[in-house]
């Protein structure tokens, strides 16, 4: 399957669920999953700045969602803090052109 198929994004978003399974802590605001030909592109948005660990996290979903899908031959991941304001703003910033979707958690 390569992601030209209309059904490509429906097995990414279940795929992204999967992998995202287990793998959510509180610090975590928000994830934009995304893709562009062959590349796979995340940033996790956290509430304090990331650490090593964080990016291990993102590291371990990514890798899930990559198993799944052997057309992504490259993968780009970065963590961020969130500094607030409106998330589809940011969300539309940061991933101009590239098919995508969000993972956001809200706060109460």
């Known amino acids: 399957m390569d ?9 990414l978003m279940a795929s992204t669920l999967r992998a995202l399974w287990g793998e959510i802590y509180p610090s975590i605001v928000g994830i934009i999953i995304g893709y562009d030909n062959n590349t796979l592109k995340a940033i996790m948005y956290l509430d304090r700045e990331p650490n090593d660990v964080d990016l291990d996290n993102l590291s371990t979903i990514t890798a899930e969602i990559c198993a799944d899908f052997p057309s992504f031959i490259n993968c780009e991941e970065s963590c ?29």
Request: charged share 30%; glycine share 8%.
């Open 80 to 108: 961020k803090r969130y500094g607030g304001g409106n998330f589809n703003e940011i969300y539309f910033s940061d991933f101009k052109n590239v098919e995508s979707f969000v993972a956001y958690k809200r706060k109460l």
């Open 3 to 11: 992601s030209n198929d209309k059904d490509f994004s429906v097995f």
